[in-house]
């Protein structure tokens, strides 16, 4: 039988301990108080996001990401610093997702954050943290914290 090697546990200081669901903050984008689902088995993050494109705009064509963060029309941005990527989706479909550098509030404390842009108006939260944001922060994710938030595969009847 193999020996199994545990992941790298040079860096095991973990700076901030979280349940499967937080409430988080984006204040750029004026997004408050949201009960925010920390997923492990995702690797990027997401925010509800609709009317997502890209435009061109002056002589030169720059690119603006234009957007509106949770649907609100009065939160609607707009910026340059963006960039594409394709992920594979959990029903295994490959999505162009835009993604921005931004900063997430979680209990009180602001942490940066690259974040995609992805309509989540299925989805049962709005926004989505995954490994990448964990690991960059040295989060631990304790399942047993906040687990009277998850109602997941709960008859809601």
């Known amino acids: 039988m193999k020996n199994l090697i ?9 700076e901030l301990v979280l349940g499967c669901f937080e409430v988080a903050s984006i204040p750029s984008l004026g997004i408050t108080n949201e009960l925010a689902k920390i ?24 690119r603006i ?7 609100d029309p009065k939160l609607a941005a707009e910026t340059e610093n963006f960039h594409e990527t394709y992920i594979r989706s959990a029903t295994g479909h490959r999505i162009k ?7 997430i509030e979680l209990h009180g404390k602001l942490y940066p954050i690259r974040i995609g842009l992805s309509d989540r108006t299925e989805m049962k939260r709005s926004i989505l943290i995954g490994r990448r944001f964990l690991r960059e922060n040295n989060v631990c994710v304790d399942v047993r914290i ?9 008859n809601t009847e």
């Open 97 to 103: 997702r835009y993604i921005i550098d931004t900063e």
């Open 65 to 71: 990401l234009k957007f509106t963060p949770a649907g």
């Open 146 to 154: 906040n687990q009277e938030l998850d109602n997941e595969g709960k």
């Open 39 to 62: 997923d492990t088995g995702a690797y990027s993050g997401a925010i509800h996001c609709t009317d997502i494109k890209v435009v061109r705009r002056g002589a030169e064509k720059r």
């Open 6 to 14: 545990l992941g790298n546990r040079r860096n095991t200081k973990t």
